[in-house]
């Protein structure tokens, strides 16, 4: 999409209002989360700074804002910043949170929050899935992470073990829309197209500047988020199922096979030392 930004941030200022309550506060979102956190969390440190790539409301800036970090908080939609930086300054963590406006699919900014290297960046719950191009991703983080540095980037993989069962036994074809790679969605009444990546295009995107660490499902055995309602259905359920979502997240292929993929990349470094030798 040429003029793919503003409808992207359209419409996720449209669902900023709602998004926690239909997400971040019920107990499968809270699950996945979660889990994600889990696999995050071994790399954090008191003192680091990270960038929040496409940081929704801001739950995640909170948690790494509570954990010590200083964060810069960047999205798309304007609404969604807002929201963060309100809970920020109510919990009283807005010396620890920056925020800026970032359209991923629009050309490299110069803004000044982005001048220092991060030691951790953190994209989680489908932000790259709106990325038109993920080279010009793999281009900013080079720039962006420190050496050493860490990349966690949690999105939609191209095959989801729930929705094709879920659509399968309906007869409908959203049940392959992922397959192709890419597909139409309606967010908040707005048409944005959605990029379902596989774990070997962030690899292609990003090398050889990163390598990656760790590979993990979430959402195996947690449905997707049109289908949270199966969850207060059976709570007892759905709550053993998270259980072992946890314990086979990194059990290939199962790891490839869930709602969201989370793959973890650290820095090798080259790339930095050859541009301080030219």
Not at 57 to 62: I, K, M, R, S, V
Not at 84 to 111: F, M, V, W
Not at 112 to 132: H, K, M, T, W, Y
Not at 159 to 186: H, K, P, Q, T
Request: aromatic share 10%.
């Amino acid at each position: 999409m040429a003029d793919g930004a503003k409808p992207v941030a359209a419409a996720f200022d449209a669902v900023a209002s709602g998004y926690d309550s239909e997400f971040s506060e019920t107990t499968a979102g809270q699950w996945l989360r979660e889990s994600v956190r889990l696999r995050v969390s071994p790399y954090l440190r008191s003192g680091m700074d990270v960038l929040d790539l496409g940081c929704g409301t801001g739950e995640d800036a909170l948690w790494l804002a509570r954990n010590g970090c200083r964060v810069t908080v960047a999205d798309s939609s304007d609404l969604m910043i807002r929201i963060a930086a309100s809970k920020a300054a109510r919990l009283q963590l807005n010396a620890r949170i920056a925020t800026t406006i970032l359209d991923l699919n629009a050309p490299e900014c110069a803004d000044p929050q982005f001048a220092r290297p991060f030691d951790l960046v953190l994209s989680n719950f489908g932000a790259i899935n709106c990325i038109e191009d993920l080279d010009a991703l793999g281009r900013r983080l080079r720039h962006w992470v420190a050496r050493d540095g860490v990349v966690a980037l949690t999105f939609m993989g191209r095959f989801c073990a729930w929705e094709s069962a879920y659509y399968l036994l309906r007869g409908n074809s959203a049940a392959v829309r992922r397959w192709r790679g890419r597909a139409l969605a309606s967010v908040g009444g707005n048409p944005v197209e959605v990029r379902y990546w596989a774990v070997g295009d962030l690899k292609r995107a990003l090398a050889p500047s990163f390598r990656v660490e760790a590979v993990f499902g979430i959402g195996m055995l947690v449905p997707p988020s049109y289908l949270f309602h199966l969850v207060d259905r059976w709570p007892k359920l759905f709550a053993t199922f998270a259980r072992w979502d946890r314990r086979i997240s990194s059990v290939w292929p199962l790891s490839r096979v869930g709602d969201h993929v989370l793959v973890v990349l650290k820095r090798t470094g080259d790339r930095l030392e050859r541009t301080e030798r030219q």
